[in-house]
C-alpha cells in the first residue's frame, strides 16, 4: 500500500528531525513535530506538555547542555490519522564542565496524529533509565 509507505517514510523522517533537532538544541523545531495537546510521560515525574517541554527545552539550550542520541525504530503502526511507534531510545547529555556524559537508555511509545498533513507526536512514554558510560570512558 503506497499510501502506508509514504506515511512510514513520513514518521522515520520525524525521528530522524527529533533527533537532529535536539542536537542541534533547536526548541522551535520540536514543538513543530508535536501538537498543541501533546503529553509526555516520564518516570518520577507528572504527566506534562509543551509549555513545560519548551521551557525545560530553553533551559538545557542556555545552560549549553550538549544531547546525543540514536533511536531504533521496532515498531510502526498506522491506523488512519493516527500511529503508533515502539523504539529503543539511547541519549547522553554532558553539561558543560564535565567530562561524562549522563547516559540513558530505554523504551519509548510514541503516538502519532496526522495534523494539518503532518505527523506530530501527540503522547509519548519513556522508560529511559541510567545506563552505562560509553565505550572508551571508564
Do not use: C
Not at 12 to 27: E, H, I, K, P
Not at 82 to 111: C, D, N
Not at 117 to 138: Q, Y
Amino acid at each position: 500500500m503506497e499510501f502506508a509507505v509514504d506515511d512510514e517514510s513520513a514518521i522515520r523522517q520525524l525521528v530522524a528531525t527529533w533527533l537532529s533537532a535536539t542536537r542541534a538544541g533547536d526548541t522551535e523545531t520540536l514543538l513543530d513535530l508535536m501538537t498543541d495537546d501533546v503529553v509526555f510521560l516520564v518516570a518520577g515525574q507528572e504527566p506534562f506538555g509543551r509549555e513545560a517541554f519548551a521551557r525545560a527545552s530553553r533551559e538545557q539550550a542556555e545552560a549549553s547542555v550538549v544531547f546525543d542520541g540514536a533511536s531504533e525504530i521496532q515498531e510502526i503502526r498506522i491506523l488512519g490519522d493516527w500511529a503508533y511507534l515502539r523504539t529503543r531510545l539511547r541519549v547522553s547529555a554532558t553539561r558543560p564542565g564535565t567530562e561524562l556524559p549522563m547516559i540513558r537508555s530505554g523504551h519509548t511509545l510514541s503516538i502519532l496524529r496526522k495534523d494539518a498533513g503532518e505527523w506530530r507526536i501527540a503522547r509519548d512514554a519513556n522508560l529511559l533509565v541510567a545506563a552505562g558510560a560509553p565505550s572508551g570512558h571508564s
